[in-house]
């Protein structure tokens, strides 16, 4: 018989314990199960809902874990090409050295031609042991290609070897945001790129409304922020902080002056000029609004400048970049801004070329009541250096003033337009008869017409840029002519830099009857070269006295030139053309350099028949000959050539360059041994320690990369290792601490099932 239990006393109802005792027990078998779950499975969170603070902390954690994962595998594949390139790179050290030994055992008196012949073999396979190994491919990677990785670097070109790769590193993490550099290019292991020509001559571009923010003050650019524009009345902010141009600059101020006032914002060749209109008076200042320093770095900051303007800006020293059109690089357009009160009024001027010989030209606007709208004319005085417009007064606009400049005799040296700077202007508005001046012009135009040469491999070649648009149009037609060059911007940002991929050749550039070469700065034999450093830097030995050698004029008389003292080619030059017993013009000779091409050239246009026109070598100097003007091996000049009414004596380039790389250094050797030439096979050697030198100074950057490399890696993974530890004492199951509450659990679990089978049993008041 089932027990009877008595009458409960309390308050609570059967249903209500009841209720309470199956909670309790489902919240029981729930940590149950979880307890398990985390014991079999080793893990605190299964779900997010687990633990919802430490599940965000774990994605954070895991996630870091796989980036510092890839970096660390990163390293490893890096180290394995640098380990690669190490390896490669002592071969090259000791392909070098042994060319080296077999250069200094012939170099000597006892070595005859045939021995020379047999060692100029082992130089040419030594050519072809280089070039595999420059050629070296690991994992699908050329090792020394530069970031062209996919493209063998070094290929043979007639008896040169040229390098297709660039000198772009290739890059990859270290850590994050950290870059380290996982290759060695060609060209600073082989130096297969000569060095950049182009450092004579900076190129700094003229400022326009298309200039970016971002290249002014020399690549520095402009803080994004806000300026502040006072009349001394009433001041206006300017927001700057999304303009992206200069001309996003003039126009935000433009549209933004003082409250009752007009701003005007012209774009000069070299910046900016801020003004206020004259009739409202006052004292224009410009100022820094907050902490950037917007108007500082726009050269326009100034809080002192009495009258409304105009505050000139200070230069701005814009990158020249891909897309600086050429018209610019080397000058700037004479211009004039022509003002009148109202909207759509204003007209600017510009030359169409550049140079100052555009500055100083006045515009008249002159009232003339028989001039009808639309019927303007203009008087152009280039003499008087003035543009007088006759005008309606009060009606002719200015689009019609514009139209009549553009089509008379004024355009052909200028353009007239409306102003770009005035907020909507079409042109619609009446102009107010004044006056203005032209001013800013400077510099020249590039020479694109006559284009360069560039002598490379043995051959000569003619670059075209007569049609070439802007910086990038010069680059690629340079880029891609078949003369073997890498032209680039230079690291500056103040020139361009042409490179020699041939190597075993001279290399030279010039000019094509024009000035095209020189304004870039790319002549490679200019006045300013030193004479020391002509011939490879051979240099031009002198006479220990008296005279280097005589230029034989056609009157017989002999000037005898003396170069003592001069340093460069133009003090050579000025030797020849100062000389006081050169100065009667029927007999002179001219000394200048080579209209096209390079080298001296002497010109005389002398009728006389006394003597031929030479240059003669004296007191054993070999200068003459070091100047090019004699053949080497002979003590007298060439026959002059005459041409319309002139004979000329054309000196050879003298000033060539060429690479410093391994690969020129044994085809020098190569050549000189089979040449039988001691003196190229000394030079020869020199160019080999220069080589070997330069890859040791590799090999030793390269070793302290692979080091560094070594220690990062190690520390990465003991990152990996406290990242793993936080992970886990984030996410693992703590098991003592888990099998502890899973024992506590099960004991209150059977409590609580006990007690509701208690409760279960038949009252005293269900047996009534």
Known sequence: ?????????????????SQRLLAQIQNAQLGLQQLETQISSG??????????????????????????MQIKNNIDTSQSYLTQTDTALANVSNLLSSARSTALSVIGTTADASQRQTAAQVISGAIQQLSDIGNQNFNGRYLFAGSQAGLAPFRADGANVKYSGNDTALSSLSDLSQLFQSNVTGAAAFGALSAGIGGTVSLT?????????????????????????SDGVSTTVVDLSHAVTVGDVAASIVAHPPQGRTARADITPTGLSISLDAAGGGNLSI???????????????????????????????????????????????????????????NIVLQAKRNGAAYNGYTVNLIDDHTVAVGHETVSYDTVGKSITVDVAGGLTTAKNVVDAIDNSPAAADFTAALDPSQFKNDGSGAVALSSATTAGGGGALLDQAAGLQITNGGQTYTIDISHAQTVEDLLNSLNGSQASVLAEINPTGTGIDVHSRLSGSDFAIGENGGVTATQLGLRTLTGASQLSDLNHGAGVPTASSGADFLIQRKDGYQLRVRLSGAKTVQDAIDKINNDPNNQIAASKVTAQLAASGNGIVLTTTDTSSVSPFAVIEQN????????????AGRTQSNPSTASAGAETIAGKDVNPQETTSAFNALIRLK???????????????????????????????????????TAISTSLANEQNNLQSSLSSTVDTDIAAAITQLTALQTSFTATLQLTAALSKLTLLNYL
Not at 205 to 220: F, I, Q
Not at 321 to 342: C, H, K, W, Y
Not at 677 to 701: K, P
């Open 620 to 631: 054993g100097s070999t200068a003459a000959e070091s100047l090019g003007l004699v053949p």
């Open 671 to 709: 050549t000189a041994l089979q040449s039988n030439d001691t003196a190229g096979i000394t030079r020869a050697v020199g160019l080999i320690d220069s080589s070997s030198n330069q890859l040791n100074l590799t090999r030793a950057e390269l070793g302290a990369r692979e080091e560094s490399l």
């Open 287 to 345: 100022t820094q609004d907050g902490n950037a320093s917007t108007a500082a770095d726009l050269g326009i900051l100034n809080s002192t400048h009495i009258g409304p303007g105009p505050i000139v800006g200070q230069p701005q020293n814009p990158l020249l970049t891909l897309t600086t059109p050429l018209g610019n690089v080397i000058g700037a357009r004479a211009e004039v801004f022509v003002p009148s009160p109202g909207t759509s009024t």
């Open 43 to 68: 893990k605190r969170i299964v779900l997010p809902s687990d633990d919802p603070a430490a599940t965000e902390q774990a994605v954070g954690l895991n996630r870091l874990i796989d980036q510092k």
């Open 1 to 17: 018989m089932t027990s009877i239990t008595s009458i409960p006393s309390s308050r609570v109802s059967n249903l209500s314990s």
């Open 205 to 229: 571009p003229a400022v326009t409304a298309s200039t970016k923010l971002s290249d002014l003050n020399g690549g520095r650019g402009v803080s994004p922020g806000s300026i502040k524009i």
